[in-house]
């Protein structure tokens, strides 16, 4: 019964690819974060969707682009990525805004 | 740009050890809380909230000084299973963005 899943959970890719990464939480929270945490382990908030509408982008380049087909399902997609790009990137959810956070297992992804 | 600081560590310390964090932050503003735990390799686990009176779960401790902006966590008997990486977690009024800070690393030692 995870409560916040993550696919794929390793990803290696060229430099240039487009890529997706899904997340979908059965919790029945309203609010859902895309946080990258990089190699010095530093975890920064990069969106939130609150009921499917965006609240939240945090200077993330636009290359990166949040879909929220529904309150269930926050996906992120990139497109044309750079070596930078490497990191470890965690999918949450909460109740609503300013709750605790429930973490994805991540996805670590790798960009040569 | 708010700002939220922790002593990176690593904290070594002895099994049976107590230690404390503190987390600093700049926004006088802020409202909620939070103490994660992260594991090598793992996500961020809830650890506590931290309430304005304090609370206490166990071993733990978490306190929030507002007039000095920080938030402290208190473990109390460490054990060998406390070690990790604490992240505190600040987050203002409204859609504002919340912010972790780098986190304090513990290692327990046998």
């Known amino acids: 019964d995870t409560a916040v899943s993550q696919t794929p959970k390793y990803l290696v890719t060229q430099m240039g690819n487009d890529k997706s990464i899904k997340c979908e939480q059965n919790?029945?929270?309203?609010?859902m974060y895309w946080y990258k945490q990089d190699s010095k382990k530093f975890l920064k908030i990069m969106f939130s969707y609150n009921n499917k509408e965006l609240i939240i982008n945090e200077t993330v380049p636009n290359r990166f682009s949040p879909k929220s087909p529904d309150k269930a399902h926050l996906n992120l997609h990139i497109n044309s990525l750079e070596l930078g790009d490497s990191a470890v990137y965690f999918c949450a959810s909460s109740q609503d805004w300013g709750n605790e956070q429930f973490f994805g297992p991540g996805t670590r992804l790798t960009v040569l | 740009r708010k700002e939220v600081e922790q002593d990176p560590g690593p904290f070594n310390v002895p099994e049976g050890a107590t230690v404390a964090f503190n987390c600093t932050y700049s926004?006088?503003?802020?409202?909620?809380f939070f103490w994660y735990r992260q594991d090598c390799r793992k996500e961020p686990k809830l650890l506590m909230s931290?309430?304005?009176s304090g609370n206490e779960d166990g071993r733990f401790t978490a306190q929030l000084n507002r007039a000095s902006q920080y938030i402290s966590l208190l473990i109390r008997d460490s054990k060998l299973s406390d070690s990790a990486t604490y992240l505190c977690v600040v987050i203002d009024s409204g859609n504002t963005p919340l912010v972790f800070g780098k986190g304090t690393r513990l290692s327990v030692i046998a």
């Open positions: 919790l029945g929270h309203d609010t």
């Open positions: 931290v309430y304005s």
């Open positions: 926004n006088s503003a802020s409202q909620s």
